[in-house]
C-alpha cells in the first residue's frame, strides 16, 4: 500500500546541508499500525511530512496504492492529502471558531460534499467516538483528550488510506492518552488504514503491529526484528 525507497533529505543551512534523512526505506500495509520513536531531532517529524507530501525529499520514491507521489505536482498532491491521507499532530489544530462537527466535516466540504452527506457522516462519527453530545462544542471548550479524539475524527472522516500522527498523544496525562491511542488503533482496524504515529511511549510502541526505530538518518526494524 505505502512503499518507501531510498529517501533522502537534508535542509540547507548557513554551514552548507544538513542531512537529517539517508536511504530511508520500509513498506506498509492497510490496516497496520506502525510506530516510529527515536530521539528528538532524530528526523522523524521531517519524515512524516515528506510522506504527507508536506515537503519534498532530496531522492528516493514514495508509492502509496501504486501511485508515484513524488511526481505528483502540487494540484495533485493537494488533492490526494484531501483524499488518502490524514494527519494529526501534538496539538489538535482544529479551527477555534467552529464546533466539533463542522471541524470534521470541513474535509467531506472541502472536497465538495453536499452539507447534509457531511453533517450526517460527521455525527454519525462523533457518535461511534462517543462524543456526540460535545458536537456543537467549540474547541475551547472541549478537555484535551476530547479535542485530540476530535482531531482524529477529522483526520479519518475522508477514509484515508494513510493516517499520519505525530506524538498524538505527546501533551494529554497517561489515562487520556490510552483512550486517544486506544482509539487510533481501533480506527487502523475498522477502516484499515495504515497508520503511523510517532510516539515518546516506549509502550505504546509495543502496543503497534510493527516498530520501527529512527536513529543515524536511519530507519531501522525494532518490531519484528530484522523482517
Ligand atoms: N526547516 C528546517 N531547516 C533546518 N533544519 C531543520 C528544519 N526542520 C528541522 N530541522 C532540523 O532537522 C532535525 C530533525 O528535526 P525533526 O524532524 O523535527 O526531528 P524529530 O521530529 O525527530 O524531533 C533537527 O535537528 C532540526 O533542527
Ligand atoms: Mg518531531
Not at 537529517?20 to 528526523?43: C, N, Q, Y
Not at 462517543?130 to 483528550?145: D, F
Not at 482496524?189 to 503511523?196: E, N
Not at 503497534?208 to 526484528?225: N, Q, R
Amino acid at each position: 500500500m505505502l512503499t518507501v525507497s531510498n529517501l533522502s533529505k537534508a535542509y540547507p543551512t548557513p554551514l552548507g546541508p544538513l542531512q537529517i534523512l539517508d536511504g530511508i526505506h520500509f513498506s506498509l500495509k492497510s490496516g497496520v499500525f506502525m510506530a516510529i520513536i527515536g530521539e528528538s531531532g532524530s528526523g522523524k517529524s521531517t519524515l512524516l511530512q515528506l510522506l504527507g507530501t508536506l515537503d519534498q525529499a532530496d531522492s528516493g520514491d514514495i508509492f502509496l496504492s501504486d501511485v508515484a507521489i513524488h511526481t505528483l505536482k502540487e494540484k495533485d498532491l493537494a488533492m490526494l492529502r484531501n483524499h488518502d491521507i490524514g494527519f494529526v499532530y501534538q496539538s489538535h489544530h482544529l479551527i477555534p471558531e467552529l464546533t466539533a462537527l463542522e471541524n470534521i466535516m470541513l474535509p467531506l466540504l472541502i472536497q465538495g460534499k453536499n452539507k447534509l452527506y457531511a453533517e450526517n457522516k460527521a455525527f454519525n462519527l462523533l457518535t461511534s467516538l462517543g462524543l456526540s453530545e460535545r458536537a456543537s462544542h467549540i474547541p475551547a471548550h472541549l478537555s484535551g483528550g476530547e479535542a485530540q479524539r476530535v482531531a482524529v475524527a477529522r483526520a479519518i472522516i475522508t477514509q484515508p488510506k494513510l493516517l499520519l500522527a505525530d506524538e498524538p498523544t505527546g501533551n494529554l496525562d497517561e489515562t487520556t492518552a490510552h483512550t486517544v491511542f486506544n482509539m487510533i488503533k481501533k480506527t487502523c482496524k475498522d477502516y484499515q488504514i495504515a497508520v503511523i504515529m510517532v510516539t515518546h511511549s516506549k509502550s505504546f510502541a509495543h502496543a503497534c503491529d510493527v516498530v520501527y526505530e529512527l536513529a543515524h538518518k536511519k530507519l531501522k526494524s525494532i518490531k519484528p526484528k530484522n523482517p
